[in-house]
C-alpha cells in the first residue's frame, strides 16, 4: 500500500478510500501502458528531483521489462525541461540502479 493512503486512513477512514479508490483508477491498466505510466511517473519524480521517488520507481520499470535506453531518453526529457542540476542529481543514482539490474 503507498505511503499516502495509509497516512490518509490514519486522518480519516473515508480520506483513505477516496484516495485508495484514485489510486486503484490511476495504476489500472488502461489504454496507456503500464510501462508508460511508470516512464511518466519517473520523468516526473525526476524532474522534481525526488531521486528516492525516482529509484523506487526504476525498479518497476525494469520488472515491466523497459530498456535502459527508454529509461536513459526519459532523463534526457527531464534535463530539457528541469535543467541540468536536476539531471546531475538524478543521473548519477540512477545510472547505479541500471547497473544493479545489468542495465
Avoid: C
Avoid at 485508495?20 to 508508460?36: A, F, H, N, R, T
Avoid at 526504476?58 to 535502459?68: D, H, S
Amino acid at each position: 500500500m503507498p505511503r499516502a493512503i495509509a497516512y490518509a486512513e490514519k486522518m480519516d477512514e473515508g480520506l483513505g478510500d477516496a484516495l485508495s479508490s484514485l489510486y486503484i483508477e490511476v495504476w489500472s491498466e488502461g489504454d496507456i501502458p503500464m510501462k508508460y505510466k511508470h516512464l511518466m511517473a519517473f520523468a516526473i519524480a525526476a524532474s522534481n528531483n525526488n531521486i528516492e521517488s525516482a529509484l523506487k520507481i526504476v525498479e518497476r520499470l525494469v520488472k515491466l521489462g523497459a530498456t535502459r535506453q527508454e529509461i536513459i531518453e526519459t532523463l534526457k526529457l527531464v534535463m530539457w525541461t528541469s535543467g541540468v542540476q536536476v539531471f546531475t542529481d538524478v543521473a548519477g543514482p540512477v545510472m547505479k540502479e541500471l547497473e544493479k539490474y545489468g542495465l
